[in-house]
Nanobody
Framework: QVQLVESGGGLVQAGGSLRLSCAAS????????MGWFRQAPGKEREFVGS????????SYAYSVEGRFTMASDNAKNTVYLHLKSLKPEDTAVYYC?????????????????WGQGTQVTVSS
């Protein structure tokens, strides 16, 4: 089992920035992909971004590309999601997820492990 714990969410004004963290523990895979998803009230959970453990490949949703950036610290088993130029429509619960194969995916069902989520609220 892999346990994922997100942190760093909060309330921020439009145009502001936040950094979310996802700490992984338990069984670790030598090669896996970490992803971030988000779910806004009344909407389905959607892909935000993904990063390989080696951090040599990232992928972002069109709606966040250029504003959000993922980074990985393998020594700490932690991945980060840097959010900048935040908009009210970025308000959501942000989830960290892990998938145990190296095939890049934006599909929620391909991810094996999930964190509990952290709330990000952007005020206008």
């Amino acid at each position: 089992q892999v346990q994922l714990v997100e942190s760093g969410g909060g309330l921020v004004q439009a145009g502001g920035s936040l950094r979310l963290s996802c700490a992984a523990s338990g069984r670790t895979f030598s090669r896996y992909i970490m992803g971030w998803f988000r779910q806004a009230p009344g909407k389905e959970r959607e892909f935000v971004g993904s990063i390989t453990r080696s951090a040599d490949s990232t992928s972002y949703a069109y709606s966040v590309e250029g504003r959000f950036t993922m980074a990985s610290d393998n020594a700490k088993n932690t991945v980060y999601l840097h959010l900048k130029s935040l908009k009210p429509e970025d308000t959501a619960v942000y989830y960290c997820a892990a998938k145990s194969s190296m095939i890049v995916s934006r599909r929620e069902r391909d991810y094996n492990y999930w964190g509990q989520g952290t709330q990000v609220t952007v005020s206008s």
